[in-house]
């Protein structure tokens, strides 16, 4: 079965500072990754996803994220960190399997200081 | 505007009640989801439906029933059998991966209802 692993629970970067949020997948295929937001109390919204194609996905907000098939890796970047990022962080990966299903990763919490 | 609801956003009960949740969606979607978040855990799949009159058990079903009678609605009912109901209920929905061909469609998520046992 498939699973996913963000081995950040939580990551405080300065505002301003870049972002990388780690995010890696056990999935046997060609996988279906994406990237969640999620702010307190509210929603999942998404960032961006890979299908195929180009590794390098852009996605809203000015994030990106990087498919690496040898590292079983796909890691979220933003080269600048805005107060308004702070939020919970979600990898998933769709699962061929079971029609749509995702799988998600348990989430890393990024805090930003001023 | 486009978009899924859940009702309400704030729910308390008391052991041994059943309750049910709301999810209504108005995107044409064929597939709707119900998830369950507990800090620390990430989202865990409760039970699907990839069509009206269909829906599947996912990894932590036991306690809780669906009902797809119709395309924009998935209610959710936690029953007394749910040991730990208290937790954060994320509903969503997709497009069908039939109608997609090859791949897996996005999933767009509503606000949430939070569940408390008093």
């Known amino acids: 079965a498939q699973s996913v692993t963000q081995p950040d629970i939580h990551i405080t970067v300065s505002e301003g500072a870049s972002l990388e949020l780690r995010c890696n997948y056990s999935?046997?295929?060609?996988?279906?990754l994406f990237w969640y937001v999620q702010s307190p109390g509210q929603g999942l919204q998404l960032l961006l996803k890979?299908?195929?194609?180009?590794?390098l996905v852009q996605g809203i907000k000015g994030f990106e994220a990087e498919f690496k098939r040898s590292q079983s890796s796909f890691n979220l970047r933003k080269p600048s960190v805005h107060w308004s990022d702070a939020a919970e962080y979600f990898c998933?990966?769709?699962?061929?399997?079971?029609?749509?299903?995702?799988?998600f990763g348990a989430g890393t919490i990024l805090r930003v200081k001023s | 505007d486009g978009g899924i609801t859940q009702s309400p956003k704030y729910l308390f009960r008391k052991e041994g009640q059943n309750v049910t949740l709301s999810c209504e969606q108005n995107?044409?979607?064929?597939?709707m989801y119900w998830y369950r978040q507990d800090p620390g855990q990430g989202l865990r799949l409760i039970y699907y439906?990839?069509?009206?009159?269909?829906?599947q058990k996912g990894d932590i079903a036991e306690g809780y029933s669906v009902s797809r009678e119709k395309k924009e609605s998935f209610p959710l009912t936690v029953t007394s059998a749910q040991k730990n109901p208290t937790a954060f209920y994320l509903c969503?929905?997709?497009?069908?991966?039939?109608?997609?061909?090859?791949?897996?469609?996005?999933?767009?998520f509503g606000p949430g209802t939070r569940l408390t046992v008093l």
């Open positions: 998933a990966v769709g699962d061929m399997e079971y029609g749509n299903k995702l799988v």
């Open positions: 890979y299908f195929s194609g180009d590794t």
């Open positions: 969503a929905s997709s497009r069908s991966r039939t109608s997609l061909g090859l791949g897996i469609a996005e999933q767009f």
């Open positions: 995107l044409n979607h064929d597939a």
């Open positions: 439906s990839q069509i009206v009159n269909d829906f």
């Open positions: 999935y046997g295929a060609t996988p279906y």
